[in-house]
């Protein structure tokens, strides 16, 4: 089965632009959640879809929104990029609904590098 | 807030054993998880406790108390490959977003 896929692998972008990342999760995973990580850091939580409804935001900024499908695959968008949104950007699918822990299988991420 | 600690670097010789522990302070509690991150790829789940006690899997285990808000991931007969960032995450209740900590990079060496 395949994994969870995310496009593109990399990116470049310049500031003020927009991006789109996309990513499709686990056949049969309704929950997407996409998180940032830039070098040296852990992952920061931006989003959580289940069900294509928004159930969780992180504490980032307007400039970042994303959407569901109802095939459960998802897009991240930010707007206006700053030189700070350069890090690498993972998508995570889960078979477990919001409210229970479950085990969270990442894509292997879009690097955005923003010049 | 969320505050999850964890040290930064460890080196630890070829076979040895390696302990990197976690310590965690969140609004609520759902369940601890390790996950494995090697350089430029994506975090790979390794291990998840939500009772206190310790969980093995070959040659990885992990250890939670919850009373202490502590957590630690035991790595057995060190390998090359276990060379990685080690990141411990909580998942708060009734909240399904992961907290992570920065990680904790091991170096292997023969």
């Known amino acids: 089965d395949a994994g969870v896929t995310q496009s593109p692998t990399h990116l470049i972008k310049t500031r003020g632009q927009h991006v789109t990342l996309r990513c499709s999760p686990i056949s049969g995973h309704k929950s997407v959640s996409w998180y940032q990580q830039v070098l040296g850091q852990g992952p920061q939580f931006i989003f959580q879809?289940?069900?294509?409804?928004?159930?969780g935001r992180g504490n980032f900024p307007d400039r970042f929104s994303a959407r569901q499908f109802p095939n459960y695959s998802s897009e991240l968008n930010v707007n206006a990029l700053l030189l700070g949104d350069s890090a690498l950007y993972l998508c995570a699918s889960s078979l477990a609904p919001p409210g229970l822990a479950g085990e969270q299988y990442f894509g292997p991420g879009t690097r955005l590098t923003v010049t | 807030g969320q505050n999850i600690d964890q040290p930064t670097e460890m080196t630890a010789t070829e076979g040895a054993i390696v302990q990197i522990n976690c310590t965690y302070q969140?609004?609520?509690?759902?369940?601890l998880f390790w996950y494995q991150q090697h350089a430029g790829e994506a975090p790979t789940f390794l291990s998840y406790?939500?009772?206190?006690g310790l969980e093995e899997k070959g040659r990885f285990s992990s250890f939670l108390s919850r009373s202490k808000g502590y957590s630690y991931l035991l790595l057995k007969e060190l390998q090359m490959k276990d060379s990685a960032s080690y990141l411990c995450a909580v998942s708060p209740s009734n909240d399904y977003k992961l907290s992570f900590g920065a990680g904790t990079t091991v170096t292997v060496r023969a």
């Open positions: 879809y289940y069900e294509k409804e928004e159930r």
């Open positions: 406790n939500v009772l206190d």
């Open positions: 969140t609004s609520g509690f759902n369940g």
